[in-house]
């Protein structure tokens, strides 16, 4: 099993899982865009983007697919909501919202706000995608209420891993100034992690192209 990661994107999420499983894999970190800076990564990814997972013949590229791809073929661990558990709906949900809610308006702020040239850059886009994630967090605000620690089933999961990742990544562009008592909580709990903190560390370390 192998896993193409860039320092602190989207493919933070399968590292870390990676480390919370204690699966053997190969680490190999990139320079960002990978598509310019590894030589061949286009013929292993077309999409150029990151995350890539192999396993065998398999080729995943969406970060909370191959969380949930691991924790469904990596059994038995803790990380997996079965469907029999009542939470297993809102696994499912925090999964996909991962994306498709919350990251996705993140992706328009780091454009516009630091991947741009100077000239290209919106701060109105930056501002009016930046209020759009803030209040679709209001879901993980409302369900970290009454401290509770993790989003569902009473355990850290896949669902914590992925939601995480979006708040680590509103840290790195400035968004967690204006997140809620406890959202800030969660952040700062989950990357005291020791999953987590050995996935930080071995991001640093810079791959040589095969």
Known sequence: MKLY??????????????????????LVNMAFPPRASYPGYLT??????????????????????????????????????????????????????????????????????????????IPQAVEDYSVWYLSRLRSVESALQDGREFLCADRFTMADI?????????????????????CLRYLDNLMARPAFQRAMTKQDIRSTPA
């Open 44 to 121: 292993i990814n077309p999409l150029g983007t990151v995350p890539t997972l192999t396993d065998g013949d398999l080729t995943l590229t969406e970060s909370s697919g191959i969380c949930q791809y691991l924790a469904e073929t990596r059994q038995p661990n803790t990380l997996r909501v079965d469907p029999s558990e009542p939470a297993y709906g809102d696994y499912i949900n925090w999964l996909f919202r991962s994306d498709a809610t919350l990251t996705f308006p993140q992706t328009i702020v780091l454009r516009y706000s630091q991947l741009e040239p100077e000239a290209r850059r």
């Open 162 to 182: 992925t939601i995480h990742y979006a708040l680590f990544l509103g840290r790195s562009l400035g968004l967690d100034a204006r997140y809620k008592p406890n």
């Open 5 to 26: 990661h860039c320092k602190n994107a989207r493919s933070l999420r399968p590292l870390w899982a990676l480390e919370e499983l204690g699966i053997d894999y190969e």
